[in-house]
């Protein structure tokens, strides 16, 4: 999956989705391969695509976690713990990449109002 370029929800849901569908899928193969993906993007904070990037990724944790039976979800916590720990460094200027001035994954950037939008058009 690495170099792979991003312009739907795709890649990030099913990623996310795999936690549930794939036994073999461990969080911490799916944090790689989030952080594997290639972004194609200046790495400004204001860049739409990387806005793009972090929104698909949450709204892949919120819908897989919508379908999921809760006893099935120790996993997708496990990959949102551990996405948290990550830090991304922007290569241009080496200092943290940062989406809506939130560090990127630390911060975990749009998950906040991606789960505030979901939960109000999907109520749980």
Known sequence: MAGTSLYGEEVQCGIVCSLVDDEGMTPE???Q????????FACTPQDRELENHCYFTAWGVISTAARTVSDKQSK??????QLRTKTV?????GAPLECD???????????????SDGGLQYPL
């Open 101 to 115: 001035h939130e560090v990127v994954w630390k911060a975990l950037p749009t998950f906040g109002f991606t789960f």
């Open 33 to 40: 391969q989030i952080l594997d993906l290639r972004l194609p």
């Open 29 to 31: 193969k799916a944090v």
């Open 89 to 93: 460094i922007n290569p241009s200027t």
């Open 76 to 81: 997708i916590i496990a990959f949102v713990n």
